[in-house]
């Protein structure tokens, strides 16, 4: 049975979110810095992404 907090469509519109100045937060670049990454791949990485690469949406919990 699926989560109840799961969803099969978008929240937001991916070619928007492209669009938009989205920030990138500052443990996303550490992360990315440790697999080599510059800030330039993520920019090309958020660019090359497309709707079917996303099947669902999922609730995130913080858990600090």
Request: hydrophobic share 40%; aromatic share 16%; net charge neutral.
């Amino acid at each position: 049975m699926p989560n109840v907090m799961d969803k099969y469509t978008p929240t937001y519109n991916l070619d928007s979110f492209k669009k938009s100045k989205y920030g990138i937060k500052q443990s996303a670049l550490f992360g990315a810095a440790a697999m080599g990454f510059e800030l330039k791949d993520i920019f090309q990485a958020v660019d090359s992404m497309l709707p079917e690469h996303f099947y669902k949406s999922m609730t995130s919990y913080n858990e600090l």
